[in-house]
């Protein structure tokens, strides 16, 4: 698919392995944050989010940590698989804003290796 | 669930032509969105409607670009006269309209002006 640049940061780990996606933020008025996956050819698909009240939210192989303090957020994949290579972008909303407010980040491709 | 459905998924035409792309968001959001993804610019939000009414236009790049949403089953978004610079992949993603309701995307229309 058209859905990333050619100088995307990339991850590259091997199948089983842990993942760590990074992403910083910058509108410290950010209080809702979310995850999308975007594979090859296809739409942004929803992962996960987190709202500025917690630290940390765990779904299935998957974890978002928020770090305020630092306007960090991290997205884990625990025993990754093939099939999560993709393009990973955070996105933010700020505390006043709706969805039409959602700022992406530039992504990060996570290359799954065998 | 079908999700969002765009319409066409792959659309080539000469400069000058008049393109149509279409979306119907999932039954019972009432919110709907069309981005825009290249390489160099990323997600970018061209229009969002809240009950059909377009709220916010300001992502529209000219006056070449509109979009309607007769309904709240389907929405179009026209370029006419196209250009080679817009050539990109067109999303269209809807939501329930509250703040912590995520968007879901549509699988896009990648466009190729020629």
């Known amino acids: 698919g058209e859905s990333v640049g050619l100088h995307l940061p990339t991850l590259s780990v091997q199948e089983g392995d842990n993942s760590i996606i990074n992403c910083a933020y910058s509108?410290?008025?950010?209080?809702?944050f979310i995850w999308y996956k975007q594979e090859s050819g296809k739409g942004p698909q929803f992962i996960i989010d987190?709202?500025?009240?917690?630290d940390k939210r765990q779904g299935q192989r998957v974890t978002v940590l928020l770090n305020k303090t630092v306007k960090h957020l991290s997205l884990q994949i625990a025993a990754t698989q093939p099939g999560d290579s993709a393009v990973y972008f955070c996105?933010?909303?700020?505390?006043?804003?709706?969805?039409?407010?959602?700022?992406f980040g530039t992504g990060t491709r996570l290359q799954v290796t065998l | 669930d079908a999700g969002v459905i765009q319409s066409p998924r792959h659309e080539v035409t000469e400069m000058g032509q008049e393109v149509t792309l279409r979306c119907k968001p999932i039954?019972?959001?009432?919110?709907l969105f069309w981005y825009r993804q290249t390489m160099m610019r990323g997600l970018e939000l061209l229009i969002y409607?809240?009950?059909?009414?377009?709220?916010?236009d300001s992502g529209m790049p000219e006056d070449r670009f509109s979009a309607k949403m007769p309904n709240a089953s389907f929405s179009t978004l026209k370029i006419q006269p196209s250009e080679p610079r817009d050539s990109a992949v067109y999303f269209c993603?809807?939501?329930?309209?509250?703040?912590?309701?995520?968007?879901?995307f549509g699988n896009g229309t990648r466009l190729t002006v020629t």
């Open positions: 993603a809807s939501t329930l309209g509250v703040r912590s309701s995520p968007l879901h």
């Open positions: 509108n410290s008025a950010s209080d809702y």
């Open positions: 987190i709202r500025s009240n917690m």
């Open positions: 996105a933010e909303i700020p505390f006043t804003g709706t969805a039409s407010k959602l700022t």
């Open positions: 039954s019972g959001h009432n919110s």
């Open positions: 409607f809240n009950n059909n009414v377009p709220i916010d």
